[in-house]
C-alpha cells in the first residue's frame, strides 16, 4: 500500500522559515519522481517544487531562490526548505510521487502553512 506523510507546517510570520517533510512507503522511491505541490482556497492546484528521481530539480517562478527541494533514498523521504515565507505562500502543501515515465501518481493528504502577521 503506497503512503505519502506529509509534516512540518504550521503557522509563521513573514520572513520566517518552514521545513516540510513527505514520508514514503510502498514504493520504490528512487525510482519516483517527487513533487510538491500546493492549493490555496479558491485557487487551483500548484506546482511548486519537482526533484526527478536522479536529482533535478525545477521550481515556480515565485519561490525559485526561496525553496528548496530535497530528497534522501536511504531514508525514503522528500523535503521542502521554505525560506522568506510570504504572505502568499499560505495554503495547503501537498506531496506527489510518480514512477519516472508514468503518468501514475499518488498523493499524501497534504500539510497547512499559514504566513501571518
Known amino acids: 500500500q503506497v503512503q505519502l506523510v506529509e509534516s512540518g507546517g504550521g503557522l509563521v510570520q513573514p520572513g520566517e522559515s518552514l521545513r516540510l517533510s513527505c514520508a514514503a512507503s510502498?514504493?520504490?522511491?528512487?525510482?519516483?519522481?517527487m513533487a510538491w505541490f500546493r492549493q490555496a482556497p479558491g485557487k487551483q492546484r500548484e506546482l511548486v517544487a519537482l526533484?526527478?528521481?536522479?536529482?533535478?530539480?525545477s521550481y515556480v517562478d515565485s519561490v525559485r531562490g526561496r525553496f528548496t527541494i530535497s530528497r534522501d533514498n536511504a531514508k525514503n523521504m522528500v523535503y521542502l526548505q521554505m525560506n522568506s515565507l510570504k504572505l502568499e505562500d499560505t495554503a495547503v502543501y501537498l506531496c506527489?510521487?510518480?514512477?519516472?515515465?508514468?503518468?501514475?501518481?499518488?498523493w499524501g493528504q497534504g500539510t497547512q502553512v499559514t504566513v501571518s502577521s
Open positions: 506527489r510521487g510518480n514512477p519516472a515515465g508514468s503518468a501514475r501518481s499518488y
Open positions: 510502498g514504493i520504490t522511491f528512487s525510482n519516483y519522481n
Open positions: 526533484i526527478t528521481s536522479g536529482g533535478r530539480e
